[in-house]
């Protein structure tokens, strides 16, 4: 663990860089290891320690292989602790541990200064490794195969979380249920007989009563409301063992922990690359490093093919923040100015640059980042573009440089990490005890063969038949698993069907 | 050093080997393997062995890019490299591409299609000497006492003198019990085998035909290359005359004259002969063909030199007959006649690739 003397050294002078220009970070534990070794640790996602499963296996495989084919080199891994634990490859040269030190302070300022990040874990070194434990003890006891069984039906359900769960604190009021006594019978306005039918016709009081019937329905349909953190229902509602509650429990919480990594990609490696790249032209480079360092950092934010490098992005976002905080190019009067030239050379001197970039990491996630930041002109100067698939052409071509959808296109994207979003609607489904599942459409459909074996897996937790309601190539659909067979229904089917059946 | 990543790779190469075992007659019908071949290795796509999730499907998304270009241009396909890596997280499209050694690929065959190891034949064969620590002594280095064995002795000495309390099973070795392993040289046979491939390439033998012939060769080289250390592979083509061709030329010929296939076994006869004497050799031959001969009297030729010649020097005689629109198939009923009942020959109707994995089975069911 001890860092060699020259590596020590070199960290010494990158921390004082850091804490100068302001850098508020966990203590870094950096640790030197060889190829082997370093994929290793990156097939467990940094951690030393993590139960057992054959994915990490695959993982390291398919990582050794492609660094003996020379296709990836890890320079870098870090991770979310206190203190963080980052690692060295012990073949890089002097120049290349001096970028990564860098790259990795600022990772650790970000990790302990940003919102997403407060309610995580920073012990999760050692949860995890109790977390393997636990496994391991499972595994002792029910048999490897039987517990890696289990761990693959949860880890492919891991993406049914809330994100946003950790922030939102519900109180609940005791009376919340009895406030009001029960109508049964639609409110029949006051009338003299023979008026009756016309102040209340037969059909109105109808139409109230089927009303009031659905919302009775609904209060006691289970879940009340839909719910978005799966996993913790099935925790809460599913016939399982304890230790495969356990398991499940062990899967939700490392996702958990998870979650705020994928939520701020773009913003937490931009700012990681702002601060190496400030740290090494502004300090710490050697005339005799220049051309090497020129040659990784424009490796780290190229562009491949055009698509979009999150290191890149980040990193020119918080560049243009600066220079317009700066200049004091935002409010109101510049807002509304109208005159391109005079917006161009606009310059009142504020010098706010840095403070706002340290209060943007701060209390954004990516989605608001891009979203309160990525102005018309960022994004014409960095050449934006949205592509699309093409299927005559078999191909993703670019289809527009217009802002507003290049926008919307990034925001959709990074909403929910890019899955799709899937509720727990009615868990007495026909009254059958029956789980139903919905996906919220939002113009894009699911894989259908792999939703069809995520079912599965629901399926083995819940016990009973699971269903999932989508829509795929404009048609509603309810696709079943019921331990057995899968089958497939219209959703208006459905729906008339299970009518009839109340 | 130890690596603790080991035990999950493992697990994982036991679950691929799994998917493979699962898919294998699927691999033998499709023939996706063959070409994928390295020198030992053959690289092997696994589908599926990702975690299924819920995730948009495939072009559907789009996406936001970066550069110049008119629109209607087209984006490079692949995913943006990272200059600094991170462990995968993105579930990918990906099939997996797992390199599994012939050799496992071979034990998953013979698993699958229950296949006996093949008894060798007992003739003059090549022998090596290796040292095996498979004896056992009286006396030798402390660093090579054999525990098991020095309390066995302990306890059958207390038992014979009566010093053996089954209630209190204390065993205390003394210094005649202890036994120690020794190497004994092992004198190991080094069989060699042939195998001589013959196919009819007459006009009637079209693609489809030596597609099949093509698949069913790559499982049987695969088996038998399991079975024997070294292993020569011959290739002979015949239309109304044979000869001795290379691997590539034996797939790609394609004649338009008749089929005289007594010309392929006297040639065979000839190359075993000269070159694999049956006495050091384990000869095994194999005839692809749609069943047409040229005429009843050569196929009673076939039958003299098969009788005469060739089964007594083979292991093993196999006949392929490959459907095809053109031929009778009459071959393969003359020599269901004449060599009902011996067991060194093996044949087998092969109506498409479906049936490849059935006469596989049939050719390599005996462990001749």
Same mark, same amino acid.
């Given at each position: 663990?001890?860092?060699?003397?020259?590596?020590?050294?070199?960290?010494?002078?990158?921390?004082?860089?850091?804490?100068?220009?302001?850098?508020?970070?966990?203590?870094?534990?950096?640790?030197?290891?060889?190829?082997?070794?370093?994929?290793?640790?990156?097939?467990?996602?940094?951690?030393?320690?993590?139960?057992?499963?054959?994915?990490?296996?695959?993982?390291?495989?398919?990582?050794?292989?492609?660094?003996?084919?020379?296709?990836?080199?890890?320079?870098?891994?870090?991770?979310?602790?206190?203190?963080?634990?980052?690692?060295?490859?012990?073949?890089?040269?002097?120049?290349?541990?001096?970028?990564?030190?860098?790259?990795?302070?600022?990772?650790?300022?970000?990790?302990?200064?940003?919102?997403?990040?407060?309610?995580?874990?920073?012990?999760? $070194?050692?949860?995890?490794?109790?977390?393997?434990?636990?496994?391991?003890?499972?595994?002792?006891?029910?048999? $490897?195969?039987? $517990?890696?069984?289990?761990?693959?039906?949860?880890?492919?359900?891991?993406?049914?979380?809330?994100?946003?769960?950790?922030?939102?604190?519900?109180?609940?009021?005791?009376?919340?249920?009895?406030?009001?006594?029960?109508?049964?019978?639609?409110?029949?306005?006051?009338?003299?007989?023979?008026?009756?039918?016309?102040?209340?016709?037969?059909?109105?009081?109808?139409?109230?009563?089927?009303?009031?019937?659905?919302?009775?329905?609904?209060?006691?349909?289970?879940?009340?409301?839909?719910?978005?953190? $799966?996993?913790?229902?099935?925790?809460?509602?599913?016939?399982?063992?304890?230790?495969?509650?356990?398991?499940?429990?062990?899967?939700?919480?490392?996702?958990?922990?998870?979650?705020?990594?994928?939520?701020?990609?773009?913003?937490?490696?931009?700012?990681?690359?702002?601060?190496?790249?400030?740290?090494?032209?502004?300090?710490?480079?050697?005339?005799?490093?220049?051309?090497?360092?020129?040659?990784?950092?424009?490796?780290?934010?190229?562009?491949?093919?055009?698509?979009?490098?999150?290191?890149?992005?980040?990193?020119?976002?918080?560049?243009?923040?600066?220079?317009?905080?700066?200049?004091?190019?935002?409010?109101?009067?510049?807002?509304?100015?109208?005159?391109?030239?005079?917006?161009?050379?606009?310059?009142?001197?504020?010098?706010?640059?840095?403070?706002?970039?340290?209060?943007?990491?701060?209390?954004?996630?990516?989605?608001?980042?891009?979203? =309160?930041?990525?102005?018309?002109?960022?994004?014409?100067?960095?050449?934006?573009?949205?592509?699309?698939?093409?299927?005559?052409?078999?191909?993703?071509?670019?289809?527009?440089?217009?802002?507003?959808?290049?926008?919307?296109?990034?925001?959709?994207?990074?909403?929910?990490?890019?899955?799709?979003?899937?509720?727990?609607?009615?868990?007495?489904?026909?009254?059958?005890?029956?789980?139903?599942?919905?996906?919220?459409?939002?113009?894009?459909?699911?894989?259908?063969?792999?939703?069809?074996?995520?079912?599965?897996?629901?399926?083995?937790?819940?016990?009973?038949?699971?269903?999932?309601?989508?829509?795929?190539?404009?048609?509603?659909?309810?696709?079943?698993?019921?331990?057995?067979?899968?089958?497939?229904?219209?959703?208006?089917?459905?729906?008339? =069907?299970?009518?009839?059946?109340? | 050093?130890?690596?603790?990543?080991? !035990?999950?790779?493992?697990?994982?190469?036991?679950?691929?080997?799994?998917?493979?075992?699962?898919?294998?007659?699927?691999?033998?019908?499709?023939?996706?393997?063959?070409?994928?071949?390295?020198?030992?290795?053959?690289?092997?796509?696994?589908?599926?062995?990702?975690?299924?999730?819920?995730?948009?499907?495939?072009?559907?998304?789009?996406?936001?890019?970066?550069?110049?270009?008119?629109?209607?241009?087209?984006?490079?396909?692949?995913?943006?490299?990272?200059?600094?890596?991170?462990?995968?997280?993105?579930?990918?499209?990906?099939?997996?591409?797992?390199?599994?050694?012939?050799?496992?690929?071979?034990?998953?065959?013979?698993?699958?299609?229950?296949?006996?190891?093949?008894?060798?034949?007992?003739?003059? !064969?090549?022998?090596?000497?290796?040292?095996?620590?498979?004896?056992?002594?009286?006396?030798?280095?402390?660093?090579?006492?054999?525990?098991?064995?020095?309390?066995?002795? +302990?306890?059958?000495?207390?038992?014979?003198?009566?010093?053996?309390?089954?209630?209190?099973?204390?065993?205390?070795?003394?210094?005649?019990?202890?036994?120690?392993?020794? *190497?004994?040289?092992?004198?190991?046979?080094?069989?060699?085998?042939?195998?001589?491939?013959?196919?009819?390439?007459?006009?009637?033998?079209?693609?489809?035909?030596?597609?099949?012939?093509?698949?069913?060769?790559? *499982?049987?080289?695969? *088996?038998?290359?399991?079975?024997?250390?070294?292993?020569?592979?011959?290739?002979?083509?015949?239309?109304?005359?044979?000869?001795?061709?290379?691997?590539?030329?034996?797939?790609?010929?394609?004649?338009?004259?008749?089929?005289?296939?007594?010309? +392929?076994?006297?040639?065979?006869?000839?190359?075993?002969?000269?070159?694999?004497?049956?006495?050091? *050799?384990?000869?095994?031959?194999?005839?692809?063909?749609?069943?047409?001969?040229?005429?009843?009297?050569?196929?009673?030729?076939?039958?003299?030199?098969?009788?005469? +010649?060739?089964?007594?020097?083979?292991?093993?005689?196999?006949?392929?007959?490959?459907?095809?629109?053109?031929?009778?198939?009459?071959?393969?009923?003359?020599?269901?006649?004449?060599?009902?009942?011996?067991?060194?020959? +093996?044949?087998?109707?092969?109506?498409?690739?479906?049936?490849?994995?059935?006469?596989?089975?049939?050719?390599?069911?005996?462990?001749?």
């Amino acid at each position: 663990m001890n860092l060699p003397a020259h590596l020590d050294r070199l960290r010494r002078e990158i921390r004082g860089y850091a804490i100068d220009y302001g850098l508020d970070f966990f203590e870094v534990i950096f640790e030197v290891l060889d190829y082997d070794r370093m994929n290793e640790v990156a097939a467990y996602g940094g951690y030393p320690t993590r139960y057992p499963h054959w994915r990490f296996g695959m993982e390291y495989e398919h990582l050794s292989k492609s660094y003996a084919h020379g296709l990836h080199k890890i320079y870098e891994m870090v991770i979310n602790n206190n203190p963080c634990y980052a690692y060295l490859l012990e073949e890089n040269a002097p120049v290349d541990q001096k970028i990564v030190m860098a790259h990795v302070y600022g990772h650790s300022d970000f990790f302990k200064n940003n919102v997403s990040f407060s309610k995580t874990n920073r012990k999760m $070194v050692d949860e995890m490794a109790n977390h393997a434990a636990r496994i391991r003890r499972f595994m002792e006891k029910y048999t $490897v195969e039987a $517990v890696e069984d289990f761990i693959d039906a949860c880890l492919s359900l891991e993406g049914l979380i809330d994100p946003h769960s950790p922030f939102i604190v519900r109180e609940r009021t005791r009376d919340d249920g009895n406030a009001e006594e029960e109508e049964t019978a639609p409110r029949r306005l006051r009338s003299k007989d023979y008026m009756s039918n016309f102040i209340n016709p037969p059909s109105f009081l109808e139409e109230q009563q089927k009303k009031l019937d659905e919302e009775r329905h609904r209060a006691k349909r289970f879940p009340e409301e839909a719910v978005r953190d $799966v996993l913790k229902f099935l925790l809460e509602h599913a016939p399982l063992e304890s230790w495969q509650s356990e398991v499940l429990n062990i899967i939700r919480e490392e996702a958990y922990y998870f979650a705020p990594q994928g939520q701020t990609k773009i913003m937490n490696e931009g700012w990681a690359t702002y601060w190496h790249s400030k740290i090494m032209t502004e300090k710490a480079l050697t005339d005799a490093e220049v051309i090497d360092y020129a040659d990784h950092h424009s490796g780290t934010v190229a562009s491949h093919s055009g698509r979009l490098n999150p290191y890149k992005l980040g990193l020119e976002l918080y560049k243009d923040i600066e220079d317009r905080w700066n200049k004091g190019k935002f409010g109101k009067e510049y807002d509304e100015c109208e005159d391109s030239r005079a917006r161009r050379e606009w310059d009142r001197r504020l010098g706010l640059g840095r403070e706002k970039i340290f209060e943007v990491r701060r209390l954004h996630n990516d989605v608001t980042f891009i979203d =309160a930041f990525l102005t018309e002109e960022f994004a014409v100067t960095h050449r934006y573009f949205t592509y699309q698939y093409n299927k005559k052409a078999n191909q993703q071509q670019i289809a527009s440089r217009d802002f507003k959808s290049i926008k919307a296109q990034l925001l959709f994207q990074l909403t929910n990490h890019g899955q799709p979003f899937i509720f727990v609607t009615d868990a007495n489904y026909r009254n059958r005890g029956e789980l139903f599942l919905m996906h919220r459409h939002e113009g894009m459909d699911l894989k259908i063969d792999w939703a069809r074996e995520t079912l599965r897996n629901v399926q083995r937790i819940w016990h009973r038949p699971v269903h999932l309601q989508t829509l795929a190539e404009n048609r509603g659909r309810v696709l079943s698993f019921d331990g057995k067979d899968h089958s497939e229904a219209d959703s208006a089917d459905v729906a008339s =069907a299970d009518a009839a059946s109340r | 050093m130890a690596l603790k990543i080991e !035990q999950d790779l493992n697990r994982f190469k036991q679950i691929v080997r799994g998917r493979i075992k699962k898919n294998l007659r699927k691999y033998i019908t499709h023939g996706e393997l063959i070409g994928r071949r390295g020198k030992d290795l053959i690289s092997i796509p696994i589908p599926q062995i990702d975690l299924p999730r819920f995730v948009y499907g495939p072009n559907q998304t789009g996406g936001v890019g970066q550069g110049e270009g008119e629109i209607g241009q087209p984006v490079g396909a692949g995913e943006p490299e990272e200059g600094s890596g991170k462990a995968g997280d993105a579930p990918g499209e990906h099939i997996l591409e797992v390199e599994v050694p012939l050799d496992e690929l071979a034990k998953i065959l013979g698993e699958e299609l229950e296949l006996p190891d093949i008894k060798h034949k007992g003739r003059k !064969q090549i022998i090596s000497e290796k040292d095996k620590y498979s004896g056992v002594a009286t006396a030798g280095p402390e660093s090579l006492r054999h525990f098991k064995r020095t309390y066995k002795e +302990a306890l059958k000495r207390q038992i014979a003198s009566g010093t053996y309390d089954p209630m209190s099973p204390r065993i205390v070795p003394i210094r005649r019990d202890r036994r120690y392993r020794t *190497w004994r040289v092992q004198r190991e046979p080094e069989t060699n085998a042939v195998i001589v491939y013959m196919m009819d390439v007459s006009g009637s033998m079209g693609d489809e035909q030596k597609e099949i012939v093509r698949l069913e060769s790559f *499982w049987i080289d695969t *088996w038998l290359r399991s079975q024997y250390k070294g292993l020569e592979v011959r290739y002979i083509i015949h239309d109304a005359e044979a000869r001795l061709v290379d691997q590539e030329t034996f797939y790609h010929t394609r004649e338009s004259g008749g089929t005289v296939i007594s010309s +392929a076994y006297r040639l065979c006869d000839k190359l075993v002969r000269d070159e694999f004497p049956p006495e050091e *050799w384990n000869v095994y031959l194999f005839h692809f063909s749609d069943g047409d001969n040229w005429s009843q009297g050569d196929t009673e030729e076939c039958v003299r030199i098969l009788r005469e +010649a060739l089964l007594p020097a083979t292991n093993q005689y196999c006949y392929g007959q490959v459907e095809s629109p053109y031929g009778t198939g009459q071959f393969l009923q003359d020599l269901r006649e004449a060599f009902a009942e011996d067991e060194r020959v +093996a044949l087998s109707q092969i109506e498409g690739k479906d049936a490849i994995y059935a006469s596989i089975k049939e050719f390599l069911g005996r462990g001749r």
